[in-house]
């Protein structure tokens, strides 16, 4: 390829109005780079009478007949949601144009239909903003990590729901109040379904877990619990035994242990308490990390912002300038490999443990029947305290490892024991030792 | 190319051998990432008889004839030091062969000759390995922030120093103290040099900068401080004022600000106080991590092993596999850019910070005299604090941000004040706000 590289720019909200000005501000830098010009050949947005800041010449409604002009090399995908952004990708594939794209949301629900037209095409599909912001890690799992073995990655890969959690822990503030303050500082949107329940992080977890185990993960196999229901009595008690809540994002190989089915893994995304000692426990407001467990490299971590224009640009633009040498050099990139074709563990089957307190009568025996429900569920009981207070005593019990549903039946069991007057606070624990 | 990939293997040791038993045992899953199946083709070693656990017919000590062979695909290079590695390197790019190194001190001094041979080739130069051992950072300086522009990278890595400073903070020891111990359990080598007197950090710094700022930079253009010369005394002052000292690997872009010469780099290796607030401030021992600033990304951090024979393979290993994916496609990935051709700033002009503590004479008028020899060198101070004790008095002061030259001409002035009875700990300050 030679002369300039042309650019269609799809949707020109937050992250695409960074992306063009990045594109007309530094096209020098980012052409040394590329190794040839770039320039934008256009902009599809819905309505162009709301975007007075962008060169009118370069604005159109017709979003399909960008994708697939034939000046156009690279196609920037930022308008999020499954259609049309679904039918332009496979446009732009199908017409010989490389992607990239921000949309966790269809990538964790088409990932690989949309790869395998972008391997069919002989193009490239990169999405590092997807996950994480600017945080490099969707290239590292891809590339860097790609001679290792992953075991496991956490994640706290949702800003929003990072910012409410640590005013929690930071005020003592419940759950709706700490909302209520984010909605105010634009950290949450209007409607925070997205966020809160979980459904942006468990996209994330998809794509994630996807890379790092090579293997089809979607969204759909992500095992979703939001944070509406931690309470302000869940965070003090994390704070009692040395921990935080955080929203995190569990992917795990699961070993087989020679067994017929083989390895599995297991993904989901759900409040729990990590030990305050934890490097994940002090990436605080509207950070994102990224924890990755690898049989060789060992323990790793990424850190940094996980949205907002300015950050997802840079993410978005790293790409771009890639897949734009890849032109060059007339060879796409590495594409993305599901061989292993892992099967995914139903969270019920998934080892997890649990913090647990509770309101008891405080007389002889109550913590003997309550060890007893634990152990009829084959849940073993990692350490347990109680504390008095007259004639009732709160009893705060950290199980061991268990299959989530045992773990969840023993709870179901203790709300029904006549000695229990309460179950106060349920919350996963993770990164115990 | 079809068939299968063949790998050179060149050295045997530590990681070379970590290497060897990663193709041979995982050859099916790095087969199924590449898109065709890999084998050793040979591994060079001075002294086969060294090495029993490698199949005889695989030895060789024609490291020059094993790397020009015909069914040679790729060369791995894990000798360490100039030459020979530099000649193999070579004779690997002239033969059209792409090659995975570690090697950090041949890299800074000979990236600019190295890259030039292999592009000039077509064929591919990575070295992962070279800098924080399993920390994916080159690759995303390279490619994943390629987009962006960096201003800033501050490292931790090097293991040995830092578990050194490390044991100093938690025992209060002295620095022989702790590199005995060090010495002891294997963290620190017979001859420390490299390492304690800062040589193998500032390899890794000229690496960081010439990929982060697309500039040429050589390890003989990084100013390079040791921490043998960092007293317990230090490390307790650190404490006092709420940091913690590290060596650091500093590697700045200084704007130019309009001036004729433009911007310039400034890179360097030191100790220096952090707050303990800094997210570097917490990574203790062997481990190694690396805080990246740019100007979209904003702040970043990549956290890991830095050091050991599995750690530094997996990052081996990624870069063999994706330099094999591109021997697939047939086109070599993305090269390394020194269009920006940036001057080296000299230390003595490079803005730092300094934090001293005096001996004083406790008596009126020499607070005002030293503050004195601070402004008559243009440097401001922030803040002072005065400790009586009899007839002396202690003070603690941290300066503003001043060329390194006039705050090392301040402590030479004060040196000689006859009011100020001894310097007892000069060091410099990073990320104070």
Same mark, same amino acid.
């Not at 002369?3 to 980012?30: F, I, M, N, P, Y």
């Not at 229901?229 to 070993?255: F, M, N, Q, S």
């Given at each position: 390829?030679?002369?300039?590289?042309?650019?269609?720019?799809?949707?020109?909200?937050?992250?695409? *109005?960074?992306?063009?000005?990045?594109?007309?501000?530094?096209?020098? @830098?980012?052409?040394?780079r590329i190794g040839c010009p770039v320039?934008?050949?256009?902009? $599809?947005?819905?309505? +162009?009478?709301?975007?007075?800041?962008?060169?009118?010449?370069?604005?159109?409604?017709?979003?399909?007949?960008?994708?697939?002009?034939?000046?156009?090399?690279?196609?920037?995908?930022?308008?999020?949601?499954?259609?049309?952004?679904?039918?332009?990708?496979?446009?732009?594939?199908?017409?010989?144009?490389?992607?990239?794209?921000?949309?966790?949301?269809?990538?964790?629900?088409?990932?690989?239909?949309?790869?395998?037209?972008?391997?069919?095409?002989?193009?490239?599909?990169?999405?590092?903003?997807?996950?994480?912001?600017?945080?490099?890690?969707?290239? +590292? %799992?891809?590339?860097?990590?790609?001679?290792?073995?992953?075991?496991?990655?956490?994640?706290? #890969?949702?800003?929003?729901? =990072?910012?409410? %959690?640590?005013?929690?822990?930071?005020?003592?503030?419940?759950?709706?109040? $700490?909302?209520?303050?984010?909605?105010?500082?634009?950290?949450?949107?209007?409607?925070?379904?997205?966020?809160?329940?979980?459904?942006?992080?468990?996209?994330?977890?998809?794509?994630?877990? &996807?890379?790092?185990?090579?293997?089809?993960?979607?969204?759909?196999?992500?095992?979703?619990?939001?944070?509406?229901?931690?309470?302000?009595? @869940?965070?003090?008690?994390? $704070?009692?035994?040395?921990?935080?809540?955080?929203?995190?994002?569990?992917?795990?190989?699961?070993?087989? =242990?020679? &067994?017929?089915?083989? @390895?599995?893994?297991?993904?989901?995304?759900?409040?729990?308490?990590?030990?305050?000692?934890?490097?994940?426990? *002090?990436?605080?407001?509207?950070?994102?990390? !990224?924890?990755?467990?690898?049989?060789?490299?060992?323990?790793?971590?990424f850190y940094g912002q996980g949205a907002?224009?300015?950050?997802?640009?840079?993410?978005?633009?790293?790409?771009?300038?890639? #897949?734009?040498? =890849?032109?060059?050099?007339? $060879?796409?990139?590495?594409?993305?490999?599901?061989?292993?074709?892992?099967? !995914?563990?139903?969270?019920?089957?998934?080892?997890?443990?649990?913090? #647990? &307190?509770?309101?008891?009568?405080?007389?002889?025996?109550?913590?003997? *029947?309550?060890?007893?429900?634990?152990?009829?569920?084959?849940?073993?009981?990692?350490?347990?305290?109680?504390?008095?207070?007259? @004639?009732?005593?709160?009893?705060?019990?950290?199980?061991? &490892?268990?299959?989530?549903?045992?773990?969840?039946?023993?709870? =179901?069991?203790?709300?029904?024991?006549?000695?229990?007057?309460?179950?106060? *606070?349920?919350?996963?624990?993770?990164?115990?030792?």
């Amino acid at each position: 390829m030679t002369g300039t590289l042309k650019v269609a720019l799809l949707g020109c909200g937050t992250v695409g *109005s960074a992306v063009l000005r990045a594109l007309q501000e530094q096209a020098d @830098d980012l052409g040394a780079r590329i190794g040839c010009p770039v320039e934008v050949a256009g902009v $599809a947005v819905r309505r +162009p009478s709301h975007h007075p800041d962008v060169p009118a010449h370069l604005l159109t409604t017709d979003a399909h007949g960008l994708v697939t002009r034939d000046d156009v090399d690279l196609v920037v995908e930022v308008i999020g949601g499954i259609e049309p952004a679904r039918s332009l990708m496979l446009a732009a594939f199908a017409a010989g144009k490389s992607v990239v794209s921000a949309n966790k949301a269809l990538l964790a629900e088409d990932g690989v239909v949309l790869h395998a037209a972008a391997a069919e095409a002989g193009v490239d599909l990169y999405y590092e903003a997807a996950v994480a912001g600017a945080i490099p890690i969707l290239r +590292p %799992l891809r590339e860097s990590l790609v001679g290792d073995q992953l075991s496991r990655i956490v994640g706290i #890969v949702n800003g929003t729901t =990072n910012y409410i %959690l640590s005013r929690m822990a930071e005020t003592g503030a419940g759950f709706g109040e $700490a909302l209520a303050e984010a909605t105010e500082l634009g950290y949450a949107e209007a409607d925070p379904t997205a966020d809160v329940d979980g459904f942006d992080a468990a996209a994330k977890a998809a794509i994630l877990a &996807s890379l790092a185990f090579h293997t089809p993960v979607a969204a759909a196999d992500v095992h979703r619990e939001g944070i509406s229901t931690v309470t302000a009595t @869940d965070v003090a008690r994390a $704070a009692e035994i040395g921990c935080t809540v955080k929203l995190l994002a569990i992917c795990e190989r699961v070993p087989g =242990n020679g &067994s017929a089915t083989g @390895d599995s893994v297991a993904v989901r995304v759900h409040p729990a308490m990590i030990p305050t000692s934890h490097p994940l426990a *002090s990436v605080g407001g509207a950070f994102n990390a !990224v924890f990755v467990e690898a049989e060789s490299a060992g323990q790793l971590m990424f850190y940094g912002q996980g949205a907002g224009g300015e950050p997802t640009a840079s993410a978005v633009l790293g790409d771009l300038v890639a #897949v734009a040498r =890849n032109r060059v050099t007339g $060879a796409p990139g590495p594409g993305v490999t599901g061989y292993a074709n892992l099967a !995914v563990r139903p969270m019920a089957e998934t080892p997890t443990r649990y913090h #647990v &307190s509770l309101d008891v009568a405080d007389k002889p025996g109550v913590l003997a *029947s309550v060890a007893q429900e634990f152990a009829q569920h084959g849940v073993s009981i990692s350490t347990v305290r109680q504390t008095g207070r007259g @004639d009732a005593a709160t009893l705060v019990i950290v199980t061991h &490892s268990a299959p989530d549903a045992a773990l969840s039946a023993t709870i =179901n069991a203790l709300r029904e024991m006549p000695a229990v007057r309460g179950v106060t *606070s349920v919350l996963r624990v993770e990164g115990l030792q």
